[in-house]
């Protein structure tokens, strides 16, 4: 299964795109999905301590699992005002 | 009580003329303005460029100031904020907020920014200028 995390600011700066595409083997949990994201995509790591996910435009909890057909954001630091 | 939540295109106009005085019980409107300054970080500016990850950002604007303006009592809470490019001088976020006093008024505006700033999805880049 594929999952797609839509990315901005920073983290779209850092690895030079606006989505990160994971291969993940089952539904998983926002803090499973950062695992790989860490592992997969370096230059996010800086980055990841202080993000949040974003599932189907709310936060979500680190234990909420994720399904391939959510929208799934990394949200960084925020610079909005 | 009314809220008020626009993401618009580049930088805001005027303030519009009806942004105000919900009713006869409003006794005091306070107005903020985030005008994009010329320098950061040192290095001269010459805009910058506004992110908005929608429809996110506004559900969570209206939610902040729906809970804001129910915590504080208020009359109106107005929310204006650019996305694209604003350049030097110009506003790119605006944000009134109406109650019967000021105390409700002044600490629903510190209350919202904070949270605004703190889980909002916008972003800005600075644009430099052309050498």
């Known amino acids: ?81 | 009580m009314t809220i008020d939540i626009a993401i618009v295109d580049g930088p805001l106009g005027p303030v519009p003329a009806t942004a105000t005085r919900e009713s006869h019980e409003t006794g005091a409107a306070v107005m903020f303005e985030g005008i994009v300054r010329a320098q950061e970080d040192g290095r001269q500016l010459a805009a910058l460029d506004y992110q908005a990850y929608r429809p996110m950002a506004d559900r969570l604007l209206r939610e902040i100031g729906e809970r804001i303006a129910h915590k504080h009592g208020l009359d109106r809470l107005s929310v204006w904020h650019s996305r694209g490019r604003v350049s030097v001088g110009e506003v790119s976020f605006r944000l009134i907020v109406e109650s019967s006093h000021r105390h409700e008024s002044i600490n629903a505006m510190n209350e919202f920014i904070d949270l605004l700033k703190r889980d909002v999805p916008i972003w800005k880049r600075p644009v430099w200028p052309e050498r």
């Open chain 1, 1 to 81: 299964m594929r999952v797609t995390v839509l990315l901005f600011g920073s983290e779209a700066t850092a690895v030079g795109r606006d989505s990160v595409t994971v291969e993940i083997s089952g539904p998983i949990t926002g803090a499973e999905l950062r695992e790989h994201l860490n592992e997969h995509w370096p230059a996010l790591r800086p980055m990841l301590p202080s993000a949040r996910f974003a599932v189907n435009h709310a936060f979500a909890a680190p234990d909420q699992v994720i399904r391939a057909t959510d929208e799934i954001a990394l949200i960084g630091l925020v610079g909005g005002g």
